[in-house]
């Protein structure tokens, strides 16, 4: 049996295929000092990490921890 490995769209010359302009490369946005602070999209989604996130995180490990026990104990 025998493959077949030639392109079946017949071959087009590169230049021809090139079109439109290229893409600049994504960079953060500068910072802005102004005064109230102007903030740009990208800065304005980000959130906040730190302790409320940490507190979240551990509350949820323990809530999962005592369903595991509660269910350990009704189970078994």
Known sequence: MTVDT???VPVQDPELLRGGDPI?????DDHSDADPAVETPV???QG?????VLM?????L??????WFAVE???Y
């Open 24 to 28: 600049t490369p994504m960079r953060a």
């Open 62 to 67: 323990v809530l999962v921890t005592i369903a």
């Open 6 to 8: 030639r392109p079946r």
């Open 43 to 45: 800065e304005a989604r």
């Open 48 to 52: 906040f990490l730190g302790r409320p």
């Open 73 to 75: 104990k009704l189970v």
């Open 56 to 60: 979240v995180l551990i509350g949820g």
